[in-house]
């Protein structure tokens, strides 16, 4: 398997470029495309198999119509339609391939409804769920809460080796994010003062 990242200046993402050996292409979460992007699929691949969505902020889908003019992917995501295009819709523990790359999904609601990982080999792409250093923006505390729980029980449980493609920022590794994450250490040291208060 081979990851290209490749930074867009919309909304600052990473789109990622990833491949198997017998030249299948997939693209996660197409931001602008530019053409330094279409002469890396061009160059690498040479076609695009498939585009996954982790969430439909705009972020993350704006060059969605682009990729789906030029090369006709399946798009896959929650939501069944992402800017105007039907998608292969997913759910958590859904696994499936394209060419030899098997894919599973999990289901992180809290910074959207809709935000899910894709896992594949010893990677796991996270768009807005889980950054180096950080979590996704929510709306409430219970928005907040649930996201990291679902960090927590579906992300952190995962080998320490596992490498984190988030759809903003540096890469990281899930062995890291449990030392080092700031928004879970500081959720956890909340949740142990509240249950101190209460004895």
Same mark, same amino acid.
């Given at each position: 398997m081979r990851i290209i990242p490749?930074?867009?200046?919309?909304?600052?993402?990473?789109?990622?470029?990833?491949?198997? /050996?017998?030249?299948?292409?997939? !693209? !996660?979460?197409? +931001?602008? *495309?530019?053409?330094?992007?279409?002469e890396m699929i061009e $160059?690498?691949?040479?076609? @695009?198999? +498939?585009?996954? !969505?982790t969430h439909k902020h705009q972020a993350h889908t704006a060059g969605l119509g682009t990729m789906m003019k030029i090369y006709s992917p399946r798009v896959y995501a929650y939501e069944d339609e992402i800017?105007?295009? $039907? &998608?292969?819709? *997913?759910?958590?523990?859904?696994?499936?391939? *394209?060419?030899? @790359?098997?894919i599973e999904v999990i289901h992180v609601?809290?910074?959207?409804?809709?935000?899910?990982?894709y896992r594949i080999g010893g990677a796991i792409f996270t768009g807005d769920t889980l950054s180096s250093g950080s979590i996704g923006s929510t709306h409430s505390f219970v928005e907040r809460a649930l996201l990291i729980r679902g960090i927590e029980s579906r992300l952190m449980t995962l080998?320490?080796? &596992? @490498? !984190? /493609?988030?759809g903003h920022g540096p890469l990281s590794k899930i062995g890291i994010e449990r030392m080092l994450n700031q928004d879970l250490l500081q959720f956890e040291s909340e949740n142990s003062a509240g249950r101190s208060n209460l004895r």
């Open positions: 490749h930074f867009s200046a919309e909304g600052l993402s990473n789109v990622y470029l990833v491949s198997d /050996y017998q030249n299948h292409g997939i !693209i !996660i979460d197409p +931001a602008n *495309v530019d053409s330094i992007l279409l $160059s690498v691949c040479g076609r @695009l198999d +498939a585009v996954l !969505i800017c105007g295009y $039907s &998608t292969e819709r *997913v759910r958590d523990g859904s696994v499936f391939s *394209v060419g030899d @790359l098997r609601p809290g910074h959207s409804m809709d935000s899910v990982v080998d320490g080796n &596992t @490498l !984190i /493609y988030p």
